[in-house]
């Protein structure tokens, strides 16, 4: 039985001939973002320019971590238990979810540690990287 090639798709050919790593030629396509507050935008600001500035960035992988962790919280939130609020879900169903959440941040965050953990500089600078690009 003969099988067919499959082909690649125009737009998966157009793709992956950009570079990966450069915004400005990148298609626009949806996105969602989240809002946090101005003093944890503020520590990103900082951690990350510290990270990028540093001789050693490995130096830097806790306060990396930490702020991925401060910021999977803040964004968990914001997608998840705000719009319950919002939706007035009720006590009960908040409370559930919340305790819910408070399990998953708690695993999420030893992941997070861990990877981030073990992360040589130029993979710490490249996580700082995305999130400078997340940011606008």
């Known amino acids: 039985m003969t099988t067919r090639a499959k082909r690649r798709s125009r737009a998966h050919s157009a793709k992956s001939t950009r570079p990966?790593?450069?915004?400005?030629?990148?298609?626009?396509?949806p996105f969602?973002?989240?809002?946090?507050?101005?003093?944890?935008?503020?520590?990103?600001i900082l951690v990350l320019a510290t990270l990028e500035s540093a001789p050693d960035p490995t130096a830097h992988r806790d306060a990396l971590a930490e702020l991925a962790?401060?910021?999977t919280h803040s964004g968990l939130h914001y997608y998840f238990i705000k719009p319950l609020k919002v939706a007035k879900a009720g006590f009960i169903l908040e409370q559930s979810a919340s305790i819910g959440m408070i399990g998953v941040q708690q695993v999420?965050?030893?992941?997070?540690?861990?990877?981030?953990?073990?992360?040589?500089?130029?993979?710490?600078?490249?996580?700082?990287?995305?999130?400078?690009?997340f940011m606008r």
């Open 20 to 29: 990966a790593g450069d915004p400005s030629r990148l298609p626009a396509r």
């Open 32 to 44: 969602l973002r989240f809002y946090h507050s101005e003093e944890l935008h503020q520590k990103t």
């Open 69 to 71: 962790v401060e910021l």
């Open 108 to 133: 999420i965050a030893t992941v997070i540690r861990n990877i981030i953990g073990r992360m040589d500089a130029p993979q710490l600078l490249s996580v700082g990287n995305s999130l400078r690009q």
